[in-house]
């Protein structure tokens, strides 16, 4: 229960007492999908009593949001700034590891935040949709923690630093009851694979433009994901 309520802190800004130590969440990082099914799990709650797919969309995002305290959104943030930095890869490490929020930033901010919004309020079960999504971007910020080497250190490199190579194994695993949910299983086990998919072409990316992954990287993993699950699942 230490490793659940340490992951708690660290993902969501629930109040939830006294700290505890991180170390025990970073022994088990694979622990990841738990939180998606905590703050996915409070945004289909509220979203269900809205009627308005529109409004329902713009809860439900902004609920995520919140409960994450905008710390993934924050790394989305730098890691656009990355992204859009010209010249070597030393360029842009800095760009995407300075404080300052550049061009980049703000169009990754916007587009992935729009893109989601409107997948949102076109699902067809919102509540389903956001659960299924954000439990997926979790499972891919455990991949990403797991698989990616790091280039520098900070927080990833400390968590990289007690993962085992089977972590893999039990962050899909803890990913099963979503079969449970009133939606199609092949849309379910569709929504997994390109999870796998997107978080092996973040890890590639990263690579090839930073040499490495970081906590911006991991966190950047989890809005694209999410976004991505959501156009999945409400294409025809």
């Not at 998606?36 to 969309?57: D, E, F, L, R």
């Not at 949709?129 to 923690?145: D, F, N, P, Q, Y």
């Amino acid at each position: 229960m230490r490793s659940v309520l340490a992951l708690l802190q660290f993902c969501t800004s629930l109040p939830l007492g006294r700290p505890v130590g991180f170390e025990h969440f970073a022994r088990r990082s694979y622990l990841y999908p738990l939180a998606g099914y905590v703050i996915g799990g409070i945004a289909a709650g509220i979203t269900c009593w809205i009627a308005s797919p529109v409004v329902g969309a713009a809860v439900a995002v902004a609920v995520v949001l919140l409960l994450s305290g905008c710390n993934h959104f924050d790394g989305l943030l730098d890691f656009g700034d990355g992204l859009m930095a010209h010249g070597s890869r030393e360029k842009r490490v800095t760009a995407m590891t300075d404080r300052t929020t550049g061009a980049g930033a703000v169009a990754a901010g916007i587009i992935v935040t729009l893109l989601l919004f409107a997948g949102l309020q076109t699902a067809a079960n919102l509540p389903a949709a956001i659960l299924i999504a954000e439990v997926c971007a979790k499972i891919g910020m455990s991949w990403l923690t797991t698989l990616g080497t790091p280039f520098r250190e900070g927080i990833h490199s400390y968590l990289h630093g007690f993962v085992k190579p089977w972590f893999v194994v039990p962050a899909i695993l803890l990913a099963l009851p979503l079969f449970l949910l009133p939606v199609p299983r092949a849309s379910v086990a569709l929504a997994l694979v390109a999870t796998g998919v997107i978080t092996a072409l973040m890890l590639a990316l990263a690579r090839r433009l930073f040499g490495g992954v970081n906590g911006d990287v991991v966190g950047a993993a989890n809005e694209i994901v999410r976004a991505g699950i959501i156009l999945l699942l409400v294409l025809p």
